[in-house]
C-alpha cells in the first residue's frame, strides 16, 4: 500500500503542489491528466525526492518519510522502493542499453556486477531488445531508447513505477512500441503512476484516473466516468480542448 498525505511543494513562488492526499493499492495503476504547469511532473518528482517536498508523508510498504524531516537513509531507501521513467529517457549517453540497465542496480541495489547483468540479460530479452545490449543511445530510436528507460525501471523491482509523459518527447512512429511495453508492464500486476496526454491508452490501462490542476487532485473516477461523465466544470474544459 501507498500512502501520500498532505505532499506539499513550491519552487520559492507560490505552492506547486498543495496538498496532495492520494492511497495507491498493490497493483493499482493510476493516469494523471491535466494541463501543463499543473505539477504533475512535481508530484512524481516529489515521490522519490528528485524535488524535496516541504511538508506531507510518503508511506511506501513499511517506509514513512515525513519529507520536513526526512533524513538521507530515509530518501535513500525511498528510491529503492520506486523507479522513474523520464519523458526524454535520461539514459547514459557513455554507457551501452545493458550498462544503462546494470548501472542502478549495482549503485543504487548494491547487487554483485554478475547477478545484475544476468538480470539486464533477462530485461533485454523481455524488452525486446537482446540484440541492441552492445548499442549506445545514439544508436537507437527514440522508441528504443525509451524501452531501454522503461526496462532499467523494471529492473528495480520496485513497489511503484512512475512514469512522465513517457512517449511526449517521442516521434509518433515510435509511440505505439513504448505502450505496447507499458501493457507489458502492467499485466505484471505492477504498481504504476503515469503522467501521459495519451487519453485512449489511459482509458485502456487506467483503474483510475486524476484530473489534477493548479497543484491540487479536482476530481478521480474511473476512467469511463472521468472520459464520459466528468463532474467538474475543470476537468470538462480541459478534456474538451485536449480532443
Ligand atoms: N525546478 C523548478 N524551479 C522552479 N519552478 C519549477 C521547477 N519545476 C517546476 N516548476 C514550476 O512548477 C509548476 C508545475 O510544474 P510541473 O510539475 O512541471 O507541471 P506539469 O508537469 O503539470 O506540466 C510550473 O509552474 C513550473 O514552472
Ligand atoms: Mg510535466
Redo the contacts with the bound molecule.
Keep these: 500500500m501507498i500512502e501520500i498525505t498532505g505532499l506539499t511543494k513550491g519552487?520559492?513562488?507560490g505552492p506547486?503542489?498543495n496538498g496532495i492526499d492520494l492511497s495507491i493499492a498493490p497493483g493499482e495503476r493510476i493516469v494523471v491528466i491535466?494541463?501543463?504547469?499543473?505539477?504533475?511532473?512535481?508530484?512524481?518528482?516529489c515521490l522519490n525526492f528528485l524535488?524535496r517536498p516541504e511538508a506531507g508523508t510518503i508511506r511506501v510498504g513499511d517506509l514513512t518519510v515525513d519529507a520536513a524531516k526526512a533524513t538521507k537513509a530515509q530518501i535513500l531507501a525511498l528510491r529503492r522502493r520506486t523507479a522513474f521513467v523520464f519523458q526524454n529517457y535520461a539514459l547514459f549517453a557513455n554507457k551501452t542499453a545493458r550498462e544503462n540497465i546494470t548501472e542502478a542496480l549495482v549503485t543504487v541495489q548494491r547487487k554483485p556486477r554478475a547477478e545484475a547483468e544476468a538480470r539486464a540479460d533477462s530485461i533485454l530479452g523481455e524488452i525486446g531488445l537482446a540484440e541492441k545490449a552492445g548499442s549506445y543511445p545514439a544508436a537507437l530510436s527514440g522508441g528504443q531508447q525509451q524501452r531501454v528507460g522503461i526496462g532499467r525501471a523494471m529492473a528495480l523491482d520496485a513497489q511503484l513505477m512512475l512514469f512522465?509523459?513517457p512517449t511526449s518527447a517521442l516521434d509518433p512512429e515510435w509511440v505505439g512500441e513504448v505502450l505496447d511495453l507499458m501493457r507489458r508492464v502492467a499485466e505484471q500486476h505492477q504498481t504504476m503512476l503515469i503522467?501521459t496526454h495519451e487519453m485512449q491508452f489511459a482509458r485502456e490501462i487506467a483503474d483510475r484516473v486524476i484530473f489534477?490542476e493548479g497543484?491540487r487532485i479536482v476530481e478521480e473516477g474511473p476512467p469511463a466516468q472521468i472520459f464520459d461523465d466528468p463532474r467538474d466544470a475543470r476537468t470538462k474544459a480541459f478534456l474538451r480542448r485536449v480532443r
Design positions: 519552487f520559492g513562488g506547486v503542489l491535466g494541463p501543463s504547469g499543473t505539477g504533475k511532473s512535481t508530484l512524481l518528482r524535488d512522465d509523459e503522467v489534477m497543484g
